[in-house]
């Protein structure tokens, strides 16, 4: 067993309550998921204590439906332009927003480069994170009003001080994060076996009432390994499941 990095750091409303926790996670270095280890080794339940986990997505999580196992509303995605905006991605954007999960366009700086590149995204996404330091006062304002425009909930990333936080108040930013609420906090989380990614994808099938048995009996038997991993979860869930099938 080694341990896996994990960056906390809370993000707030209008009222200065936190909302939720962003956790950000260091790559494994054996190209298993980090995100996939610490849901089900429980990390991510206990760090974000009972709020929803603010967490930035890769394209291959979105891709490889990392995120489907979660409850929808203990997550939110955080989408980065980097991931493209083809019809893959959007694909899977728009699915884990079916399924009730926050999905939010990350990093908005505004250019108008940016803007074209991740039209697609901006689409389909119900939050817009805004890099605060991308802006002046004067540029952000018409940049908040057209997104609030477009029925998005603004969070405010790298809020410094109190006068942007009036700032961004007074612009109708929802959620908002910085050094001047919290700094990130580093902490360990104990890593998983990289089958952890298999068995994720595996606990979806497993909440999916759609899912035939025989699926699953096939996805079990090509790593038996899993069988340990499914059953902590499961037996540890407070919700889902498949009686009666």
């Known amino acids: ?4 990095l994990i960056v906390r750091q809370p993000v707030f409303d209008r009222t200065d309550s936190a909302v939720g926790y962003e956790l950000r996670f260091r790559p494994a270095g054996d190209e ?9 080794s429980g990390s991510v339940d206990v760090l974000r ?31 980065p332009p980097d991931v493209g905006a083809d019809a893959e ?5 728009e699915a884990l927003a079916k399924a009730g999960v926050i999905t939010a366009l990350d990093e908005f ?29 004067e540029t952000l304002k018409p940049v908040a009003t057209a ?44 890593e998983l076996p990289a089958s952890t990614a298999t068995a ?19 996805a079990v038997s090509s790593d038996p390994s899993l069988t340990f991993q499914l059953l902590r979860i499961v037996n540890s869930a407070s919700s889902g499941g498949r009686a009666g099938r």
Not at 32 to 40: I, N, Q, S, T, V
Not at 159 to 186: W, Y
Not at 200 to 218: G, H, S
Request: aromatic residues 4%; negative net charge; charged residues 25%.
């Open 1 to 4: 067993m080694s341990d896996i």
């Open 32 to 40: 298993g998921d980090p995100f996939a280890r610490a849901y089900l």
């Open 49 to 79: 204590s009972g709020l929803p986990a603010y967490v930035r997505c890769t394209r291959r999580q979105l891709v490889d439906h990392i995120f489907d196992a979660a409850d929808p509303k203990t997550l939110v995605v955080l989408v």
């Open 89 to 93: 991605v959007i694909a899977a954007v």
């Open 109 to 137: 700086d505004g250019g108008s480069e940016a803007a074209t590149t991740v039209e697609g995204l901006l689409a389909v996404v119900s939050h817009v994170r805004v890099d605060l330091r991308c802006y002046t006062p």
């Open 147 to 190: 997104l609030r425009a477009l029925k998005k909930q603004l969070v405010a990333d790298h809020v410094e001080d109190a006068a942007m936080r009036k700032l961004c108040i007074d612009l109708g930013f929802e959620r908002l994060q910085g050094p001047h609420f919290s700094r990130p906090e580093p902490l360990p989380a104990a």
């Open 200 to 218: 994720l994808r595996l606990l979806a099938l497993a909440r999916d009432p759609n899912t035939p048995d025989r699926a699953l009996e096939e």
